[in-house]
């Protein structure tokens, strides 16, 4: 029923920002929690950021300060800005939905997009 893909990644010097994109389809969008997780190469996934539908939002402790998730119910939209970009930060990003955390599970993934840092 939902749809997602993500936007944006690339590859960027260390201390730069990017800005990644999740467009949503089907669903009622407005509703669901949105998600950014990472995996980078050899290690599990892990959450980065997450907005509900009352646009509250929680952070990783390796990103506070650096990174801003939030939404766009009207465009369907979240989006990651990623500010002061270290190596460590390199991965693959996934943007997923769910009606709670505890039902990611059956919740929905995008593909992914890269993320590339380089020192």
């Known amino acids: 029923q939902v749809q997602l893909v993500e936007s944006g990644g690339g590859l960027v010097e260390a201390g730069g920002s990017l800005r990644l994109s999740c467009a949503a389809s089907?669903?009622?969008?407005?509703?669901?929690?949105m998600f950014w997780f990472r995996q980078a190469p050899g290690k599990q996934r892990e959450l980065v950021a997450r907005v509900s539908s009352d646009f509250s939002t929680v952070y990783a402790d390796s990103v506070k300060g650096r990174f801003t998730i939030s939404r766009d119910n009207a465009k369907k939209t979240v989006h990651l800005q990623m500010n002061s970009l270290k190596p460590e930060d390199t991965a693959v990003y996934y943007c997923?939905?769910?009606?709670?955390?505890?039902?990611?599970?059956?919740?929905?993934w995008g593909p992914g997009t890269q993320v590339t840092v380089s020192s």
């Open positions: 997923a939905s769910a009606n709670s955390y505890f039902s990611l599970s059956s919740g929905y």
């Open positions: 089907g669903g009622t969008f407005s509703r669901y929690m």
